[in-house]
C-alpha cells in the first residue's frame, strides 16, 4: 500500500456544469420512435429492429451503430434493449453507485454526478469506451447473471487481494485497452492466446511485444528449432479472425510488436505485405477481394496490427550519412549476437510494406520510456492494438472520449469552462471504473489496481479545424491541437490529484515519485512550445493554469493515476457522438462507405462541411440551381461566395 499521507481534499459539492437540480436529465432531449435497418450493398437487411426510441437530434447514423452494437438481448424477447434511455440509465446509474458505495461521492453528490454523466451521454458531448457500453450495468440495472468463465478476475478492496468473480457482469470488463506479456515457454504462449479470445468476447483488444520469444535461428534447450514468433502469431491471428469483438460484429482488435534486435525482425518487417500480395494474386483470378471474401480470407495477419520497436541508435544508423549503418541481431536467451543488419536497408523495407498494406507501424523505443512515469516498476515494451496505451506489460486502461465540436459555443468561441468540467467528470468516473471491473488474468488486476492508468482523449479535431478554416496539417493546427490536449492532459492529473487527497495515491507511485514529477514537469515545460491562433490563446493560458496547479498538487498529495490520456482513434463511439473525424485524424472522405463486419454498409457523409464554408464566409445558392449530380449519383450543393470574397 502506498505511503502517501491523505489531505483534507474533497470533490465535494461536486458542480452542476450542463444540469438544474429538480430537472430530469432525460427530459433534456426530444425523444422520438424510429426503425433502425442496415442493409448491404444490394439492399438486403443484415439488420432490423422497430419502435426504438431515440433522442430526436440524434443522426441515423448514431442510432444505428447504438441499436446495433450496444443494446443488450436477443432479438423479439422481453431482454431485447428498446431505448437509448436505457442504455445511458444502465451505464451511468451503475458508475454513479459505485461512485457513492465506494467513498468517492455522497449521496447527493452521487446524484449530481449520475446528472452530470448521463448529461454528457445523451447530448453526445463525452462517451465511454465500448466494453462499457456492452458491459456495464447488466447485472446491476438489467438483471443478467452469467456464471464467470475463469478469465474474470476481481480486487478485492476488503481483502486487499485478487481473486477469481464469480459472476460475468457484476463487476464487468469495462477496459478496451489491454497490453500482455508471453514468455518464452508453450504454457504461456498458448495461455495468451486463451487470454486474448476472452479479451475479445467482452469488447476489447490487447497488444503484446514477441520480443520475449526465440527466433527461429536460434536453437530449443533440446536441440531443435524453435518455430519463432511468426509461427505463433498465425495462431493468434486465427484466433482474432473467429472470435468477435463483445460478442458483436466488431473485428477483434489486436497489436502485436517486435523489437529491431530480434533475430526475425526482417521476417516480421516484410510478413504483411507478402501476405497482402498473395491476396492480390488470388482477386486477381477471379476471388472475392472484399472484407469477408475468400482472398484476405485465405491469407494470415489479417487480424492483427504490426509495429516495429525502433531505438534512437537504430535510427541514427538508418537516417544518417556517416558512420556504419550496420547493427546485430542477437538471441533472445543468451544476448549474443546472430547477424548483421544494414538499418538502412530495415528502414526502407518498413517503409515500403507500411506503403503497399499499412504495416508495420513504427514506435519509437526510447522516447517512449523517457516519457514514462513509472520505469521503477519496468519498461514499455507494447501498446494496445492502436497505440495510444503505453505502460507496462500485463496492464489495462479504460478509455473515454470528449467531442470537441460541443465546445464551441454560438460566439465561436471555445468553451474552456465546460471542457475542464467535462474531463474532470470523465475521469472521475473512470477512476471509479477501475476497481469495480474485472480483468482476464489476476497480474492485469494486480496491476490494474496497483497502477490505476486511465485514458481519456478527443475526438472531432478535424471537424473543428475545419470549422476553424484552419488546414490539419498547418501550424496553426497543430497550436490547436497541442493547446487543447494541453488543457485536457492538465485537467485530468488535477482531478487525479484531487482524488489522491481522499483515495492516496496510486500503490505504484512513491517507488516512481521521482519520475512522475519529472514526467509532470516535461509537460509543463511543453507548455512554451505551444504557438495557437489568438482565438485559442485563452486555451493555452486555461492549461497553464491547470498545470500549476498540477505540479503544486502533485507534490502535496501524490496523484491516484499513473497516467490519465491516450488519444484514441473513437471509432465505434465517435459515430455515437456523431463526430465527422475521429479521434485525431483528418477527414479521409467527406462521404464514406463503411463495410461492417457482419454485414452490411453505413453511408457516412461530413455534415461540417456547410457549417465551415458558412464560417469562411460563404453563401448557400438559393436556387434549385444550385444542386449538381456527381458522377456517383450524390447531389452536391454549390456553393458561392460571400460578397467581397474571391
Not at 43 to 69: M, Y
Not at 84 to 100: G, H, M, N
Request: with cysteine; glycine share 8%.
Amino acid at each position: 500500500m502506498t505511503n502517501t499521507v491523505k489531505t483534507s481534499a474533497s470533490l465535494s459539492p461536486l458542480p452542476r456544469t450542463f444540469t438544474h437540480e429538480g430537472i430530469s436529465v432525460f427530459d433534456t432531449v426530444e425523444w422520438e420512435r424510429r426503425t433502425v435497418e442496415i442493409a448491404d450493398g444490394t439492399g438486403k437487411v443484415i439488420f432490423k429492429q422497430d419502435n426504438v426510441e431515440v433522442p430526436k437530434n440524434w443522426s441515423q447514423l448514431a442510432v444505428k451503430v447504438v441499436v446495433s452494437k450496444y443494446f443488450y438481448g436477443e432479438h423479439d424477447k422481453a431482454e431485447r434493449e428498446t431505448s437509448v434511455r436505457q442504455i445511458i440509465f444502465r451505464v451511468c446509474s451503475t458508475i454513479s453507485k459505485w461512485a457513492v458505495d465506494k467513498n468517492y461521492l455522497t449521496a447527493d453528490d452521487g446524484t449530481v454526478f449520475f446528472d452530470e454523466l448521463c448529461y454528457m451521454c445523451l447530448h453526445q458531448i463525452m462517451s465511454f469506451n465500448s466494453p462499457v457500453w456492452f458491459n456495464v450495468g447488466l447485472w446491476h440495472v438489467n438483471g443478467v447473471k452469467k456464471l464467470a468463465t475463469g478469465h474474470n478476475w476481481i480486487y478485492d478492496l476488503n481483502t486487499e487481494t485478487v481473486a477469481q468473480a464469480t459472476h460475468q457482469y457484476d463487476n464487468p470488463q469495462c477496459s478496451a485497452c489491454f497490453i500482455q506479456s508471453v514468455e518464452d515457454n508453450m504454457e504461456s504462449i498458448m495461455a495468451l492466446a486463451t487470454h486474448e479470445a476472452m479479451l475479445f468476447k467482452f469488447g476489447s483488444g490487447t497488444g503484446t511485444n514477441l520480443s520475449t520469444i526465440r527466433s527461429s535461428k536460434e536453437l530449443l534447450s533440446g536441440g531443435g528449432t524453435p518455430s519463432g514468433p511468426l509461427s505463433f502469431l498465425r495462431i493468434y491471428d486465427q484466433v482474432a479472425n473467429v472470435v468477435k469483438s463483445g460478442g458483436k460484429t466488431r473485428r477483434a482488435a489486436k497489436m502485436n510488436i517486435l523489437n529491431h534486435w530480434h533475430g526475425d525482425f526482417e521476417e516480421f518487417v516484410t510478413a504483411k505485405r507478402v501476405e497482402e500480395k498473395k491476396a492480390w494474386a488470388l482477386v486477381e483470378k477471379g476471388y472475392d477481394g472484399s472484407l469477408n471474401g475468400d482472398a484476405y480470407s485465405s491469407v494470415a495477419f489479417q487480424n492483427v496490427n504490426l509495429s516495429v520497436r525502433l531505438s534512437d541508435d537504430f535510427m541514427a544508423k538508418a537516417t544518417t550519412s556517416v558512420g556504419d549503418p550496420h547493427y546485430w541481431t542477437r538471441k533472445v536467451t543468451t544476448g549474443e549476437s546472430l547477424e548483421k543488419k544494414n538499418a538502412k536497408d530495415m528502414l526502407k523495407k518498413i517503409a515500403e510494406g507500411a506503403w503497399v498494406c499499412g504495416d508495420p507501424g513504427v514506435q519509437f523505443d526510447d522516447t517512449i520510456n523517457r516519457w514514462h512515469t513509472c520505469p521503477a516498476s519496468g519498461r514499455i515494451n507494447a501498446t494496445n492494438p492502436c497505440s495510444e496505451f503505453l505502460f507496462l506489460d500485463d496492464t489495462a486502461c479504460n478509455l473515454a472520449s470528449i467531442n470537441l465540436m460541443k465546445f464551441v459555443d454560438k460566439e465561436k468561441v471555445f468553451d474552456v469552462e465546460k471542457f475542464v468540467s467535462t474531463c474532470t467528470m470523465a475521469i472521475l468516473a473512470q477512476e471509479v471504473l477501475v476497481d469495480s471491473s474485472s480483468y482476464p488474468t489476476a497480474q492485469i488486476c494486480q496491476n490494474a489496481h496497483d497502477f490505476r492508468p486511465l485514458g481519456l482523449g478527443y475526438c472531432n479535431l478535424g471537424a473543428m479545424l475545419m470549422y476553424f478554416g484552419y488546414p490539419y496539417s498547418s501550424e496553426e493546427g497543430r497550436g490547436i491541437a497541442a493547446a487543447v490536449t494541453a488543457l485536457m492532459t492538465g485537467s485530468a492529473y488535477y482531478m487525479s490529484a484531487l482524488i489522491a487527497g481522499i483515495k492516496g495515491a496510486f500503490d505504484g507511485y512513491d517507488k516512481n515519485k521521482h519520475h512522475v514529477g519529472k514526467v509532470m514537469m516535461s509537460h509543463f515545460e511543453a507548455l512554451d512550445k505551444i504557438a495557437c491562433p489568438p482565438q485559442f490563446n485563452h486555451v493555452c493560458q486555461r492549461a497553464g493554469e491547470a498545470w500549476r496547479l498540477v505540479l503544486d498538487l502533485e507534490s502535496q498529495l501524490g496523484l491516484r493515476n499513473s497516467q490519465v490520456t491516450a488519444l484514441a482513434p473513437t471509432g465505434t463511439i465517435g459515430f455515437m457522438m456523431d463526430c465527422d473525424t475521429t479521434g485525431i485524424e483528418p477527414d479521409l472522405s467527406l462521404v464514406k462507405y463503411k463495410a461492417l463486419v457482419g454485414g452490411g454498409n453505413l453511408k457516412i457523409v461530413n455534415a461540417t462541411v456547410p457549417m465551415a464554408l458558412i464560417r469562411l464566409g460563404y453563401d448557400e445558392a438559393p436556387s434549385p440551381k444550385s444542386f449538381s449530380t456527381s458522377p456517383n449519383g450524390i447531389r452536391l450543393r454549390m456553393w458561392r461566395p460571400a460578397t467581397g470574397r474571391t
